[in-house]
């Protein structure tokens, strides 16, 4: 947003042609609304939703404008998976999921909706997770840090599932009752870093590598 003083060009009352300036602003701002609600296709039970460039493993990539169908009478969890697929259920966000929308339907029309959509490009700061005694999935958004803390008392070696594109983090695993985390992707092979030890990981596409020593 602009300070008290904008940089964007105003609107001014008097002035001809207003919708030339305020499509000017929506073509500045666009980038933001990839994944965003395209109310002209949003009608009934379809979901309409914008495209536009989108990072896949540091690649730009095209998503084109689409729809999806809603359930009725429910929550429809609409997602999109690291290469822009958007798809929606009726069960939750899936684990490694990209949440777009939690939208509510009646049972010919959409009641009510809420955005869930994050930027897709690697943050600062951390993610201090804490863990139940269980193996646990990364949020895309827990991931985009590229610190991860984990604590909670484990009662065995725990597995945390990162997103397998190109991507490395620096890994903290401060639980208590002397078990390491595995570090590993849906699939491929992972990396064990023991109770209270940090490493540096990254994930190649296939395999999650051990960059530096546990320390």
Known sequence: MSDSTPTFDPIVQSQASKEVTANA???????????GRR???TSGLTWGYYGGRW???SLLSIITNGTVTLTASTTNYVEATRAGVVSKNT???????????????GAATVTSYTDYRIPNYPVCGRTVKALSDANYTL???EAL???LEFTGALTAQRNITVPLGAQQWTVFNNTTGGFGLQFIGATGTGIVVGMGKRA?????GTNVVRVTADV
């Not at 602003?25 to 994944?35: E, K, L, R, V």
């Not at 069960?91 to 339907?105: K, M, Q, R």
């Not at 540096?200 to 190649?204: L, T």
């Open 39 to 41: 109310q002209s296709t």
């Open 25 to 35: 602003y929506f073509d500045a701002a666009s980038p933001a609304t990839i994944f």
């Open 200 to 204: 540096i990981i990254y994930a190649d």
């Open 91 to 105: 069960t939750g966000f899936t684990p490694g999921s990209i949440p777009l929308y939690a939208v509510i339907t």
């Open 145 to 147: 840090p590229q610190i």
């Open 55 to 57: 990072l896949v493993d």
């Open 139 to 141: 949020t895309l958004g």
